[in-house]
């Protein structure tokens, strides 16, 4: 069973919206302090797109997608989700989800992947 589950993505037209879901394992979800999502397109690097703080829900994006992308949590149902609206081409990526950051407000280090979930944007 993997630690991390992630799911959505899939083909938008620019301007549309898409959702991606995580789902740590619980134990995982309750010992981690800072969750993010991350991209990678094609012959890039990867990036950090959004972070979230567990205790408190701050959160912090990249400034590419700040105004239309929203991290948040389900603690119900121990996911985070994020909610992208208005969607560019450039968005088109592999996106992956990963937990415990070591940098939140960085979006950056995070110590375990989920695996990545595709997301295209056509014009």
């Known amino acids: 069973q993997r630690t991390i589950e992630s799911s959505g993505g899939g083909s938008a037209q620019a301007g549309g919206s898409l959702t991606l879901s995580c789902a740590p394992n619980p134990y995982m979800y309750k010992n981690t302090y800072c969750m993010g999502w991350f991209r990678q397109a094609p012959g890039k690097e990867r990036e950090g797109v959004a972070s979230?703080?567990?205790?408190?829900?701050?959160?912090y994006y990249r400034g590419s997608v700040q105004g239309r992308f929203t991290i948040s949590q389900d603690r119900r149902n121990n996911k985070v989700i994020l909610q992208m609206n208005n969607l560019k081409e450039d968005d088109t990526a592999t996106y992956y989800c990963g937990s415990a950051l070591t940098d939140c407000p960085n979006i950056s280090g995070p110590r375990l992947w989920g695996q990545g979930t595709a997301v295209t944007v056509s014009a």
């Open positions: 979230i703080y567990t205790g408190n829900d701050e959160a």
